[in-house]
């Protein structure tokens, strides 16, 4: 039995979404060469689908939706991203494609990388990277903002401002 999920296979409409041509022959090409297309179409023995307790849930077999989110407590505590997470088989099949990482993010020890130091804020990666795909830049920008600041970092930016503000104070009489 042959399972195709073209849920993400259309245009979007005002009040309905339409399948396009593009999408309707990605379907009957599908069908025709009876063939199993990662994240798209899945061939499914009777015995697998007896196994599944005869659950036809098209995404049981041809499941479209992303791994769950990685969260790295030490990269979220020291900084860095995980290799792990830029190496994974869901971000580069589906996400960076053939962009090379190496463009914007630096080896920072064997388990994680960091932003070239030459990117100092996260409106200089759309300039360091050129033109790239939109998920690109925004899978580079959601890694700025889940692991570009640390929470030592931030830590040591709130005693410096209480520091400061402690200066203020006693200059005011305050103590």
């Not at 798209?40 to 023995?45: A, G, N, Q, R, T």
């Not at 388990?111 to 580079?140: C, M, N, R």
């Not at 903002?145 to 305050?174: F, I």
């Amino acid at each position: 039995m042959l399972f195709i999920n073209g849920e993400l296979e259309f245009q979007e409409g005002k009040n309905q979404n339409k399948l396009r041509p593009q999408d309707m022959d990605k379907i009957v090409r599908t069908f025709d060469d009876y063939r199993e297309i990662k994240r798209y179409s899945k061939v499914v023995s009777l015995a697998e689908i007896a196994g599944n307790d005869d659950n036809l849930n098209i995404r049981r077999y041809a499941d479209t939706s992303p791994p769950p989110e990685i969260f790295d407590v030490r990269a979220i505590l020291h900084g860095g991203i995980p290799v792990r997470e830029v190496e994974s088989e869901y971000i580069r099949e589906e996400i960076l494609e053939d962009f090379d990482a190496a463009k914007v993010l630096v080896r920072w020890d064997e388990g994680y990388f960091e932003f070239k130091p030459e990117i100092e804020s996260k409106e200089a990666i759309p300039e360091t990277v050129g033109e790239v795909d939109a998920k690109v830049i925004q899978q580079l920008e959601r890694w700025w903002d889940k692991y570009r600041v640390s929470l030592h970092e931030l830590d040591a930016q709130v005693a410096a401002a209480e520091s400061v503000m402690k200066g203020y104070l006693k200059e005011l009489g305050y103590e």
